[in-house]
């Protein structure tokens, strides 16, 4: 089983719709969590944390569900410009003590006019 | 700030030529990572440095790929001898931390090995 695994898509969603995915996570001891939005050809780029209590900004919520284990992005009212791919990150402190992050291969979003 | 720098943006070589990356992090971030990207593996994490220290190399693929970073301003990602399966965009990211800080990316290299 992957560390973190991500459905792929594409998910073509038409405008002003809502769309959800997740990111499910192997490693029980994971502790931070993190939605990264990647255009085409360009970096990633940190969309936001996920805190155990779920968080909001603006039209995005983002959810955790430790006893399931996965990270939930929710996208309102969305926006031509939110196409791109959604990208889970997962963290954790390995057996050695170093800390260990590994990103989902992501999620690709089309919003069609 | 300027954000991640890496250079070159572009690189195309021939099998069996060495290759280097290189990246200066955000000043002040004491955090160093040096990422691959495939259409087929996604993103991975090859290496981190923590004050110009190698923490976690166990992403490094095999011996052909080595990355040092002498000083907290500047680190380098090479290959040699390359080969075409190599061909990927690698990303170099800075941080305050690994655990809960965000990580912030350069633009990258796409890197073509024929």
Known sequence: RKEVEQDPGPFNVPEGATVAFNCTYSNSASQSFFWYRQDCRKEPKLLMSVYSSGNEDGRFTAQLNRASQYISLLIRDSKLSDSATYLCVVTFISNFGNEKLTFGTGTRLTIIP | DAGVIQSPRHEVTEMGQEVTLRCKPISGHDYLFWYRQ?????????????????????????DRFSAK?????????????????????????SSLGVVSYEQYFGPGTRLTVT
């Open chain 2, 38 to 62: 495939t259409m087929m593996r996604g993103l991975e994490l090859l290496i981190y440095f923590n004050n110009n220290v190698p923490i976690d190399d166990s992403g490094m693929p095999e």
């Open chain 2, 69 to 93: 970073m002498p000083n907290a301003s500047f680190s380098t990602l090479k290959i040699q001898p390359s080969e075409p399966r190599d061909s990927a965009v690698y990303f170099c990211a």
